[in-house]
């Protein structure tokens, strides 16, 4: 994973736009956060491989940086992303990666499911 | 040496095993068979190696090599990946794992089942992962049942469990063990902290395992 090249995040966004594509986005705090006392709460969401159609979709801020993907009835979201993957020239998988290096959220879309 | 048996050690994440190495090396030692279920491949794990090596996509592969050299290190005879999701198990058809988990039993008829302790676990899959183990066992008849030794890793543990029916010293293994955890490359900083091989203190919590019996 390397540091978000946001002109190559917005290259991939454009290149995926306007086809179904498989979504993988999550958010954590991790199962043991109210274990170790780092949070009042464990608190985890995640969807794996749902398909959506994104009209427009940017990267946006100045790092961490924020995703939005406009779908025909709502959007998804993420933000927090700090790292990507460069190896991938046709999928997008970027993730947000805490001070201790543990990832905290994740956004993926790719036109074969994950 | 004497042949100890079977043993089986049913737990749901690679790098769950590393909590009882020592007892698993032991057992080896002594001459048991050592199976162990590994019922995901951890792929929801938050720590992707530092610095960054993994990703979401490419971690269950990773962290399946880092399980097979591990587990090599320890001994273990059999590794069986279930193929769980990491993070689904207790929404999985229980009934179904129940009785994989029964027909295994059946099959290989260990003396020895180590297990988390259900209610225990802190992780919800490892809680899921016990009560499956349990209740497998709790529907064998009482002369078919194996020994069940249980991890719990809860702060109220001890209160409300009493103390562990072991205190294993695993002084004699200790190095053994590290190294076996340290093939987890994605996980163990986040294991083991700052943990170096030149800090001495820092073996000293590796050195006993905690295991608490389950009553039928």
């Not at chain 1, 998804?76 to 460069?86: I, K, R, Y």
């Not at chain 2, 020592?22 to 048991?32: E, F, K, W």
């Not at chain 2, 183990?133 to 529907?139: L, N, Q, T, Y």
Request: charged share 25%; glycine share 8%.
């Amino acid at each position: 994973m390397k540091r978000i090249e946001p002109a190559a995040i917005q290259q991939l966004l454009d290149q995926l736009k306007g086809e179904e594509v498989y979504i993988h986005l999550e958010m954590t705090t991790g199962a043991y956060a109210a274990h170790r006392g780092e949070a009042n709460l464990a608190a985890t969401a995640f969807i794996s491989n749902a398909i959506v159609t994104y009209s427009q979709g940017s990267i946006a801020g100045e790092g961490p940086y924020r995703v939005g993907l406009k779908t025909e009835k709502g959007w998804v979201f993420a933000q927090g992303l700090t790292h990507w993957e460069d190896a991938e020239h046709d999928k997008l998988i970027a993730a947000g990666h805490d001070g201790d290096g543990k990832l905290v959220v994740a956004l993926q879309i790719s036109r074969e499911p994950f | 040496m004497t042949r100890q048996g079977n043993i089986l050690v049913v737990l749901p994440h690679p790098d769950d095993e590393s909590i009882i190495g020592g007892t698993i090396i032991q057992h080896i030692q002594q001459g048991a068979h050592v199976t162990y279920v590994c019922m995901t491949l951890g792929e929801m794990g938050r720590n992707m190696g530092t610095p960054l090596f993994a990703n979401r996509v490419t971690l269950p592969r990773i962290r399946e090599k880092e399980l097979d050299e591990a587990c090599r290190i320890l001994g273990i005879h059999e590794v069986q990946k279930w193929g769980l999701h990491d993070k689904m198990v207790e929404f999985e058809d229980r009934a179904y794992w129940v009785q994989r988990i029964q027909e295994l039993i059946r099959a290989t008829k260990p003396k020895l089942v180590l297990t988390f302790y259900p209610g225990h676990g802190v992780h919800p899959d490892h809680d899921a992962c016990g009560e499956m183990v349990i209740r497998a066992v709790s529907g064998l008849a009482p002369e078919e049942r194996p020994v069940v030794q249980c991890i719990a890793v809860t702060r109220q543990g001890k209160q409300l469990l009493g103390p562990p029916d072991l205190e294993n010293d695993v002084s004699d293994v200790v190095d053994q063990k590290i190294e076996s955890l340290l093939q987890h490359q994605t996980q163990f900083q986040l294991m083991m902290g700052d943990y170096s091989p030149d800090k001495p203190e820092k073996k000293e919590r590796y050195k006993i395992e905690r295991l608490w019996t389950y009553r039928f």
